[in-house]
C-alpha cells in the first residue's frame, strides 16, 4: 500500500474509529489508525513497517 492510498483511506474513516486497533506488530504494542497516521505522515521507520504489514493484510482480501 502506498502512503498516499493510506492517506486517502484514513481521511474517510470516521473520528471516533481512529481510536481502534489497526494491526498488531511483532514485538510491539497495538497500532491504532490515529499512530499509523502520524507515523506515515513524519515517513518514519515504522510507518515503512506499518505500510508493507497493511499491504500484506490487505493484498491478500484484494486477491479473493
Known amino acids: 500500500m502506498t502512503r ?3 492517506l486517502k483511506i ?3 474513516i470516521p473520528i471516533n474509529l481512529r481510536q481502534e486497533i489497526l494491526l498488531k506488530l ?3 504494542e497495538p497500532i491504532t489508525w490515529n499512530v499509523a497516521y ?3 505522515e513524519q515517513d518514519t521507520k515504522l510507518g ?9 493484510i490487505w493484498g491478500k482480501t484484494k486477491r479473493k
Do not use: P, Q, V
Open 4 to 6: 498516499e492510498e493510506f
Open 48 to 56: 515503512k513497517e506499518i505500510l508493507k504489514k497493511i499491504d500484506l
Open 38 to 40: 502520524l507515523e506515515i
Open 10 to 12: 484514513y481521511a474517510n
Open 26 to 28: 511483532d514485538g510491539k
